[in-house]
């Protein structure tokens, strides 16, 4: 292989043996999102198409500065942060605006529908 990327060719295996050596868990998912987080992405062959399964179970991942040999690289694999403080104050707002409105719309909604329940009631 040309070093760019890891497989793991047999998830079940890798899930009850491996992970519980370095992770807290044995969840193949749990693994997926993790590398997700650190920017892995999934190897699609185009052969695959992206639709057919493959054959076998081989899963490939790769990131950009996961490379055979270049291990000063690796301290440029970072967790993918998005917190408040790196949003911009315009957009927390209105999020926040956001949110004050939709609480809003659920009051006046309860307020409806409790309106239409004694009005059931009452019917009845």
Same mark, same amino acid.
């Given at each position: 292989q040309s070093g760019s990327?890891?497989?793991v060719f047999d998830q079940g295996q890798f899930a009850k043996?491996?992970?519980?050596?370095y992770f807290k868990h044995n969840n193949m998912a749990s693994f997926v999102r993790q590398l997700n987080m650190y920017g892995f992405r999934k190897v699609v062959h185009i052969e695959?198409?992206?639709? /057919? =399964?493959?054959?076998?179970?081989?899963t490939e991942f790769q990131h950009p500065y996961f490379i055979r040999g270049q291990e000063h690289l690796l301290e440029n694999i970072k967790r993918k942060v998005t917190s408040v403080?790196?949003?911009?104050?315009?957009? /927390? =707002?209105?999020r926040q605006d956001n949110v004050t409105k939709l609480l809003t719309d659920i009051q006046v909604m309860k307020g409806k529908q409790e309106s239409m329940d004694s009005k059931l009631i009452a019917m009845k």
């Open positions: 990327s890891f497989h043996e491996v992970l519980p050596k695959q198409g992206g639709l /057919v =399964k493959p054959e076998k179970d081989d403080s790196s949003m911009k104050n315009d957009d /927390v =707002k209105v």
